[in-house]
């Protein structure tokens, strides 16, 4: 292999690699090197998003918890 087909290889590789194991990618990839990769990463994203929604649900949970004991103890005032 010649310097500058070494240099081109280190950029590409730098440029892009693969996202779940960081080799660096071919052309013809795109963000992952293999299937195993590709499916890897969906399931990373899928996780993440998974917990994305989780945290939304919490903080929706604790306003109502929240909503709901100050109505009670509006209710409780009146009694
Ligand atoms: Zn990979």
């Not at 080799?23 to 195993?36: E, I, V, Y």
């Not at 917990?51 to 509006?74: F, K, M, N, P």
Request: with cysteine; net charge positive; charged share 35%.
């Amino acid at each position: 292999m010649s310097a500058s087909s070494n240099a081109r290889a280190l950029v590409a590789g730098s440029k892009r690699e693969c996202l779940g194991c960081g080799k660096p990618l071919t052309d013809r990839q795109k963000g992952a090197c293999s299937g195993r990769c590709r499916a890897k990463l969906s399931r990373q994203r899928k996780a993440t998003s998974h917990q994305h929604r989780d945290d939304e649900l919490r903080v929706l949970a604790r306003a109502a918890r929240q909503a709901i004991e100050a109505l009670e103890r509006r209710l409780g005032d009146r009694a």
